[in-house]
């Protein structure tokens, strides 16, 4: 396609404000005829008078990248941001958390930006993860002005102090020191480690996707027992939600995928298990053979279910499988939710003559707009499988 691209650094406000100071540096691609400019700055610290960024690592990467490919360019972009001197902060993102890490007067993105500055690429994945949109994502955010509890903020944002949920500590999220304990203080104690031992990749999971409902023994989310029940206890949870991927400057070496693939991602979502359907008299036998799950299906939030829908013309049937908790009861439909690694769901076909459609949809919902929960806002929704009866 005849790519090519020039890096051009200039130092600009030595000494002045956060605001006005840093390093801009200007990524120009020629793609045909067009051309497009991409800018990036990186603020200095207010406190010294040369910016925080290395400038003749800066150019030296923009010269490496004239005449490579725009996936290239990209990936030298990223390795930019590794131009900030260690231990004084990242390279700003967007909003409130540019602007603390700037201020130098937040401990939180301060530790945090430590981090990103010697793993930038990691760094970036993670600002585009939900683990990074933890508190300030839509969906917690219409949930938690309904209920504005600390109980849910030792999840959604475990660097903030769980007494004043909306400090500016919790636009990072669950950030990078909040799982790794090297080097960052822990704010809070329901996340730290075990004194002398640095926690194994699941136990750090353990801690925001296996809890009790307030002020009871009952497990409001129990995915790590679902892990230990199931065919696939001995495979880490690292090693389907992180796997590896090659690094972009190096692609003889790889690092785990800090973007947390999960409900979110059609194609896990479908390899989950594998759905077949097949008719036995009046019913439809659906079965579930489990694939590549290692919990139930689904699993963390007490909302997500699998929604099996048959029509005919204009008739419709649906049952819903999911984990349903009561005061004095509970129920649970579930595929391998028993640790087992098949499920079978009989459907009634009554009622509903003629050629037949089946799908399955797996269904997060924000939140139940009746009692029995048959009826739901639905907030993201993704088709596992379907097919057609005669």
């Not at 960052?184 to 730290?192: D, V």
Request: proline content about 6%.
């Amino acid at each position: 396609m005849g790519d090519s691209a020039s890096l051009r650094a200039t130092t600009i406000g030595e000494g002045g404000t956060a605001a006005a100071s840093g390093l801009a540096l200007e990524l120009g691609s020629g793609l045909g005829a067009s051309a497009t400019i991409a800018s990036l700055r990186v603020h200095a610290d207010p406190r010294r008078s040369e910016p925080r960024v290395n400038e003749a690592k800066a150019v030296e990467i923009g010269r490496a990248t004239m005449g490579q490919s725009l996936p290239y360019i990209l990936a030298a972009l990223a390795l930019t941001l590794s131009c900030v001197a260690p231990g004084t902060g990242a390279a700003p993102g967007t909003g409130a958390a540019s602007a603390h890490a700037a201020s130098g007067k937040d401990p939180a993105h301060r530790a945090n930006g430590g981090c990103a500055s010697c793993h930038a690429e990691i760094a970036l994945e993670w600002r585009g993860s939900n683990h990074a949109e933890a508190f300030r994502h839509a969906t917690f955010q219409e949930a938690f002005a309904i209920e504005p509890l600390p109980f849910c903020t030792r999840c959604h944002a475990p660097e903030a102090s769980a007494s004043a949920p909306l400090a500016r500590e919790s636009d990072l999220g669950v950030a990078c020191v909040t799982c790794h304990p090297g080097g960052a203080r822990f704010r809070s104690e329901a996340l730290a480690p075990s004194p002398g031992s640095p926690p194994s990749p699941d136990e750090s999971c353990a801690k925001c996707h296996e809890f009790s409902f307030p002020g009871e023994p009952r497990l409001l989310q129990r995915t790590v027992s679902e892990h230990r029940a199931s065919s696939s206890s001995s495979v880490a949870c690292v090693t389907c939600h992180m796997a590896r991927v090659a690094n972009a400057d190096d692609a003889r070496r790889s690092h785990v995928d800090h973007r947390f693939f999960a409900s979110r991602s059609a194609t896990l979502v479908r390899a989950a298990a594998r759905v077949s359907a097949r008719r036995e008299g009046d019913s439809l036998l659906v079965t579930f053979a489990r694939g590549s799950v290692g919990h139930a299906f689904p699993t963390g939030d007490l909302f997500r279910r699998l929604r099996i829908e048959i029509t005919s013309g204009t008739a419709r049937r649906e049952i819903v499988l999911s984990r349903k908790t009561k005061l004095d009861e509970e129920s649970d439909t579930r595929p391998f939710a028993d640790g087992r690694d098949s499920h079978v769901v009989h459907v009634s076909l009554a009622g509903l003559p003629g050629p037949r459609r089946w799908r399955v949809v797996y269904e997060r919902v924000a939140h139940p707009t009746d009692l029995d929960e048959a009826h739901a806002k639905v907030d993201g929704a993704i088709e596992v499988a379907s097919g057609e009866l005669r």
